[in-house]
């Protein structure tokens, strides 16, 4: 690679930080981070481990992330920083890839990948995903090794792309499936042989047709972007209108010669009508729900990114062209109502969270001090949504405070309805705390007697006869004697 496309790249990267912001230990991370924290430690989180270790049994991402802390010697902090940063600058040499063999200009290229930076955290239709989430996790290294294995397909260098998807694959079990069934369409497309078939079997293979139990079905209520029939107009805006855009931007590049840009767009549309079906396949009928945590419509997350990379170069080719002004009208306002909308989503946590500095968020710095000042096999309970209270902004009690909590209902609920075996667990435990709000005392010693647990983190201004040695303006953390 040339130093001045590398060079325009990491300033890209260091644009989409700003952009979107950094937030390690938000949202997901609170399966992620938890396993790499055990492996640097195992004493850490002697109970309720279940609800993370499921899915880091299935990703070698926390082996990865605790040995470069190894090798390197630095703090998981730095570590994890580092590593986020390296994944945006892949997925934007991928972008860039792709962009360079479906576009002549340098104009159509670098608006390509402008755009794809811009919109890193737009949301994709209504599967609860970004095109890249503000915080490192597995789908951070499948996103940039499926863009690499569509310029590697582009190129029909087959072997490659697998490569890249099966190297995912140790990364995150089921993201790369998708990306293989569109190189399977793409390579049809392509060289078009005898019809590829057993895309159904890639999206049943390993799961079980049993009826599911009404835990399981109370936690999959849930997560009801998993069914497609759950979602809401403008999810299925989500859907219709990238196959619409992508049929007409194949027009335009038939009429122009533009055949990778066709190739990906008749390949594109076929794709997301295919997982579409499969997706209300497994949705109608209540005996499939429990296959519906493969989550067939998750392939719109390779589509979205593709149709923004798509978008940007025919912007770029046509519109924009070589106008200092007319780039600035289209990427000023719109980096700018990007950053607002990750300013709102955190809005009592800094904009970048950068490794080793200091909190703003209360519910951060009473999660710091628990991790400081109580011991490592400490059992907490908290609200069980705590995480959707306003000022928490997602972050992860036991990512941050490296401590053992009882159960929650945001994302241990996730975790029941990916892996039915804990749904039973799962709704045992909230049902125990289903009415926090209106705990007392005797409440909380019932759950100390029922399951150990001897810490609890209240809001404020909490309850009345607790012995709590923290509290800030938000939160009190309480040892329950």
Not at 188 to 198: D, H, L, N, V
Not at 210 to 218: C, F, G, I
Not at 255 to 269: E, F, H, K, P, T
Not at 387 to 409: C, H, N, T, W, Y
């Amino acid at each position: 690679m040339k130093a001045r496309p590398a060079f325009l790249l990491l300033l890209l990267t260091a644009a989409a930080l700003l952009i979107h912001g950094y937030h390690p230990y938000a949202e997901d991370s609170a399966f992620y981070i938890p396993p790499v924290k055990k492996l640097l430690n195992p004493a850490l989180y002697p109970h309720g481990a279940e609800f993370f270790e499921s899915h880091a049994r299935l990703t070698l991402f926390p082996r990865l992330i605790a040995g470069s802390v190894r090798v390197s010697h630095l703090p998981l902090d730095v570590v994890l920083f580092v590593w986020q940063m390296f994944c945006i600058f892949l997925f934007l040499l991928g972008c860039w890839k792709v962009a360079c063999l479906c576009f002549e200009e340098p104009a159509a290229q670098w608006c390509s990948v402008g755009l794809v930076a811009a919109l890193l955290t737009m949301p994709v239709a209504g599967t609860a995903l970004f095109i890249m989430d503000q915080y490192l996790n597995p789908r951070s290294f499948s996103s940039f090794a499926g863009v690499l294995s569509v310029a590697c397909a582009l190129e029909r260098r087959y072997v490659r792309a697998i490569a890249w998807l099966m190297a995912a694959m140790l990364i995150h079990p089921l993201m790369p499936i998708y990306g293989t069934i569109f190189l399977m369409l793409l390579a049809w497309y392509q060289t078009r042989p005898a019809k590829a078939e057993g895309l159904a079997a890639l999206l049943v293979l390993g799961f079980s047709f049993e009826r599911p139990s009404e835990a399981y079905h109370q936690a999959a209520l849930l997560h009801s972007y998993h069914y497609v029939t759950e979602w809401p107009w403008y999810g299925w805006l989500g859907i219709f209108a990238p196959v619409a855009l992508f049929y007409w931007l194949g027009g335009i590049a038939r009429a122009r010669g533009m055949r990778n840009v066709d190739l990906l767009c008749r390949s594109l549309v076929l794709f997301v009508l295919l997982t579409l079906f499969g997706a209300l396949f497994l949705d109608l009928p209540r005996r499939f729900e429990a296959l519906a945590r493969l989550q067939p419509l998750r392939s719109l997350h390779l589509a979205y990114v593709l149709l923004v990379l798509l978008v940007g170069g025919m912007a770029g080719q046509f519109v924009l062209k070589r106008s200092v002004a007319r780039w600035l009208l289209l990427f000023v306002p719109l980096c700018a109502v990007m950053a607002y909308a990750q300013l709102r989503e955190f809005p009592t946590t800094a904009h970048i969270e950068w490794p080793g500095a200091a909190s703003r968020n209360a519910w951060v710095q009473a999660f710091d001090w628990v991790r400081k000042n109580t011991p490592a096999d400490a059992y907490f309970a908290l609200d069980p949504l705590h995480m959707d209270d306003a000022g928490e902004d997602q972050q992860s009690f036991r990512a941050i405070a490296e401590r053992s909590m009882l159960v929650d209902r945001v994302k241990d609920s996730g975790a029941a309805a990916m892996f039915p075996s804990l749904a039973e667990e799962w709704w045992d435990r909230v049902s125990a705390v289903n009415d926090w709000k209106k705990f007392q005392p005797a409440d909380f010693q019932d759950l100390k007697r029922r399951y150990g647990v001897d810490w609890v983190v209240l809001e404020q201004p909490g309850i009345a006869g607790m012995n709590c040695p923290y509290q800030n303006a938000e939160v009190q953390v309480c040892r329950l004697n």
